[in-house]
């Protein structure tokens, strides 16, 4: 029997291409250079699966063409707002994603965000490497106590929980959190966390807010000018969400005028590109979008994708199955 052809749109780690390359027919990306609507196009007709990352639009368009071939869809990220899902799911392709693998790393990630706001790393970092420092100064860089604050998060999933696990054991801080739904009795106990009743409740209540809501539609500028100014004035933002959730323009504003103290970014509005107003405040922490960027992650989130696709073309179900 022919194997099933695959098409994996950018560079993955070496052990699973070789992984890939054992079990499929597979296309790999050598160059690691995105690759264009008309080049996923031609992949939905001429291969069984496409293996897309969150950095691949896979649009309406592209779901939707002619003489397709493809019937899985294994996505290389967790966040799935890269796929238009309500066409994938009427066009009958069966899409999944790389849930619990990432968590941790993505929750240390939002934990070194918001370290590095409070207490003012980068500006530190900039000092040395300009060759500007002069000596230890009692009223120098004077940050934020981590220890102890409130850290309010918005989205109460995987990743959120597993900081607030690191916060709240860790650095003795008290939780918030804003979610649609509760999570069980006993991980609120373990947390003695407290489900705030709305985000503006939340955002004039937290030293630190951490973004965990999904991307799309749902959630775009759920951060927005009047949310921003509800924060406290020495508060910090930190987003390893999704770059949309935050209205860009209001939060550079928020950072010149002191609205808040700071922000710590991993994720941006139409990254790569990053709104050059983030670029001459000193209150930033940037990130080139880092959260799964450990080795024992990304090797665990293209296993991931392999066990959904094998199990697909085994006749199962994927795992990690969202639509
Ligand atoms: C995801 O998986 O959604 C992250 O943004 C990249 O790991």
Redesign the pocket.
Known sequence: MNKPKVVVTRKWPAEVEAQLSALYDVQLNESDIPMTADELKQAMQTADALLP??TDSITADILSIEDKRVKIIGN?????NNIDIHTAKAQGLVVT??PHV?TDC?ADIAMLLLLMSARRAPEGERLILNQEWTGWKPTQLIGHKVTGKTLGLIGFGRIAQAMAKKAHHGFGMKILFYAPSSPPQNIINDLQAIRCDSIEELLSEANFVSLHCPGGEATRHLINEKRLKLMRPSAHLINTA?GDVVDSKALIKALKEGWIAGAGLD?FEGEPHIDPGFLDLNNVSLLP?L???TEE?RVA?GNRVLANISAFFAGEEPKDRVV
């Open positions: 990352t969150v290389f990220g967790v966040g799935y994603n790389t990432l993505t999704r994720v979008h959260g799964s960027a992650t989130m």
